[in-house]
């Protein structure tokens, strides 16, 4: 989900100073890149209190080929050119559509093709909400994203934050704070540094209808960790929030 706030976060910051916003609007139809193959990764979920939906393809098409596709499409019957963002691994183009942000985010695949993610946000009207709920905070330790989401039966709750601490502290800090919480550890998994990969963890706790997954890892060649908390709750129904 990092890179799928990165996608967001890129466009939005070029383009959305000069949209409108129009309340009434649809959720708009982005056309499928040529030559590909796609499926959902997210129909309904909501990214930092954004609603958004969420795609991703392959095509045999190469990435200079998918930008121009959409750089020609999106730049007929709109108040504004699309925005075209170069990242250090793809590029992204995104188009505003009254309060939407549409983003492709497209990389290059092997021998010449590529492959990426669509988006559509409703970016306008939505305020950015990182709240990390009841999930305890390590002093210094802050919220990157948390993206929710709703499948047939559960309900989930990622967040990902950053916490200045090494993860050795910070597994002790969560298997000690969610315990004194009520929650019952269910596994602990510690990988120690070596020289290809950082120092990590991860523990799973559960209560009642919910667990939650917490996976540690230290923050290549720099201090501190990466913390990925996931909560799943169970038997909500398809459309509970």
Known sequence: MKMLTRIITAALLVIVACAQASADESWPDVPLPPKSNTQWIAQSERVNGVPTRVMQFQSSEGRAGIVQYYNSYWSGGYE???AVHELP???VIGQMHGPYLMTVKVQDGERGTSK?????AEVLGHAI???PGDL???PGA???SVVESDDPGKHSRLLTLVAPQPPTSVSQFYQSSLANAG???VQAINT???ASAPEGAFVVFSREDTEIQVSIAGVPKGRGSYVVANYVTKDTGSGAR
Do not use: E, L, S
């Open 89 to 91: 691994d793809g590029t």
């Open 116 to 120: 990426g993610v669509i988006a559509v």
């Open 192 to 194: 120690p540094r070596v």
């Open 80 to 82: 504004h050119k699309p």
């Open 136 to 138: 305890p905070m390590m």
């Open 183 to 185: 929650w019952a550890q």
């Open 142 to 144: 802050h919220v990157i």
């Open 129 to 131: 909400n990182r709240d």
